[in-house]
Structures are given as C-alpha cells and as structure tokens.
C-alpha cells in the first residue's frame, strides 16, 4: 500500500472515530520505527479497507489505550522525590477512556516517613486529561463552590484548596493539570506544605502546553 492510500485510508477513519482521537493516534503514527500503538493503528487500517468496522474500531481503542498509558508515563516522571528522612514507592500511573471512572490520565507515588512509635504517609497524585477538570475549576474561580471544609490559599505563588478535614492540598495547573498532596492523620500542616513545595510546578506548566 501506498504511503498516500494509507494517509487517505486514516482521514477516512474520521467517519468512525473522533477526530480528537483520530489526530493523536495518527500523530503517533508518524513515526519511523513501528511500535505496539502504530502496529495497531495498521491494523484498524488494514480492517476499514475491509470495512470491517468493528475491528477497525477495536484496533483503534486499543491504539488509543497504549496512547494514554504513555502519557501515563510521562505524567508519573513529574512526580517528585522524597524528601530528606522519608522514603518512597514506585510511581503508579494509568489511563482511562473519558467514559470509564471519570477517564483521565493520572500518576501517584505514596512517601512515607517512620520514627519511634508512629509512621506518617503522603501521596500526591498528578491528574489530567479528565472530565472532572471543568467542576474542580469552578472551586478555584467561585469560593462558593468549595464547600464549608475548603479553604483557598497561596503557597508559594500556587494557587491550592486545604482541607483540613482530609489533610490535603489541591491545585489546578493551567486549567488542565489535578495536582493533590494527601497526609494521613499524623501529618502535620507543616509537611504537607513542604510535599507541596516539592512539586516542580514549571515542569507541569511546561507539560500541559
């Protein structure tokens, strides 16, 4: 096949899948080497010249699956290190369709921090691409969507909702990126802001342009 009649074949595809996700996954495409997302994309090629729709549109989710997943990837590297005299896990990362629990690309790493007696836990997850971006920038730009539990505040020139009932910090990136800091209960207010101020909030900036 021809590199135009399959260009041609991918525009065509347009008709069954959403453009959003049709100009990514053929982004993606454009590669020189192959991988499992362009082998997929192939594949729901190689169907719709058959229209086989079904497959076409099968290959196509799955392309765009590994899609987010690697975006998943790039998002659990904005994590940040523990901080002196803590420890950390491996950064989780996933990807969901925006129709599956809320959908979103996310990343979380869970620090903990153990002296005599007690132990003390924060995690701080990165969210983006996900519906629930629009209700959570309607509680930055209208305190009266917050709720009685949450209170705006400015760390650092980053704008971030405390809430003292659940320990946690929350802040929204370029209207685009969750960033949010969870201490549990033996976490004091002072290591939250500190977790918090780990965070290279540039480098998230940078990310979601």
């Given amino acids: 096949m021809s590199f135009t009649q399959t260009r041609l074949s991918r525009i065509q595809l347009s008709s069954i899948v959403a453009p ?7 982004a993606c495409s454009s590669a020189a ?36 997943q690697k975006k998943g990837e790039l998002v ?3 994590l940040p290190e523990p901080l002196d005299g803590w420890e950390a896990g491996e950064s989780k990362s996933s990807g969901a369709a925006a129709g599956m629990f809320g959908g979103g690309i996310s990343a979380e790493r869970r620090y903990t921090r153990k002296s005599e007696g007690s132990s003390e836990a924060v995690t701080i997850s990165i ?22 539990d949450n209170k705006l505040t400015v760390i650092n020139g980053e704008k971030a909702i405390a809430n003292e009932r659940d ?13 949010k800091v969870d201490g549990d209960k033996n976490v004091t207010p002072e290591a939250l802001k500190e977790y918090f101020n780990s965070i290279d909030f540039k480098a998230i900036k940078d990310y979601a342009q």
Avoid at 127 to 148: A, I, K, Y
Avoid at 167 to 179: D, E, G, I, Y
């Fill in 127 to 148: 969210t983006t691409d996900s519906p629930l971006m629009q209700s959570m920038g309607m509680m930055f730009s209208n305190p009266m969507f917050m709720g009685q």
């Fill in 33 to 68: 080497l192959a991988d499992d997302v362009t082998d997929q994309i192939d594949e729901a090629v190689k169907a719709y010249e058959k229209e086989d729709y079904n497959t076409a549109i099968t290959a196509l989710d799955s392309a765009s699956t590994l899609i987010r």
């Fill in 76 to 78: 659990s590297k904005l």
């Fill in 167 to 179: 320990n946690s910090l929350t802040s929204m990136v370029a209207n685009k990126v969750l960033v």
């Fill in 20 to 26: 959003a996700t049709l100009a990514l996954l053929m």
